[in-house]
C-alpha cells in the first residue's frame, strides 16, 4: 500500500503561482511513476502532468509551458508548480502513484483561480 499526502492548494488571483506538494509513504519501492490530475466542478478528471521514476515527463497540452512536474526522491515528494495561472485551472487537484500493486490516490488540494 502507498499513503499520499498533498498540500498547496488554495486561492489566486489569474497570472499567478501556485506549488502543490504530495508526499509518499509505505511501499515508495514499489512505485513506478507519479502524477497530477485535477477534476474541474462537473467534468471528469483528467491527468495534468506525469512523471516517471527515471524523470521522463509528460504534460497536458493546456498546461505545457506553465506546469512543471519534478521529483525529490529523497523526500519521497513530487510537486507541482504551477505558473500563469488561468480560471480554468480551477479544480480539484489530485496526487495519483502508479505501483507494481495498483494506482493510489491523494486526497485531493483544492485550487481556484479568479479572473
Known amino acids: 500500500q502507498v499513503q499520499l499526502v498533498e498540500s498547496g492548494g488554495g486561492l489566486v488571483q489569474a497570472g499567478g503561482s501556485l506549488r502543490l506538494s504530495c508526499t509518499a509513504s509505505?511501499?515508495?519501492?514499489?512505485?513506478?511513476?507519479m502524477a497530477w490530475y485535477r477534476q474541474a466542478p462537473g467534468k471528469q478528471r483528467e491527468v495534468v502532468a506525469r512523471?516517471?521514476?527515471?524523470?521522463?515527463?509528460s504534460y497536458e497540452d493546456s498546461v505545457k509551458g506553465r506546469f512543471t512536474i519534478s521529483l525529490n526522491n529523497a523526500k519521497n515528494t513530487v510537486y507541482l508548480q504551477m505558473n500563469t495561472l488561468k480560471p480554468e485551472d480551477t479544480g480539484v487537484y489530485f496526487c495519483?502513484?502508479?505501483?507494481?500493486?495498483?494506482?493510489?490516490w491523494g486526497q485531493g488540494t483544492q485550487v481556484t483561480v479568479s479572473s
Open positions: 495519483a502513484a502508479d505501483s507494481y500493486s495498483g494506482r493510489y
Open positions: 509505505g511501499r515508495i519501492f514499489d512505485i513506478t511513476a
Open positions: 512523471i516517471s521514476m527515471g524523470d521522463t515527463t
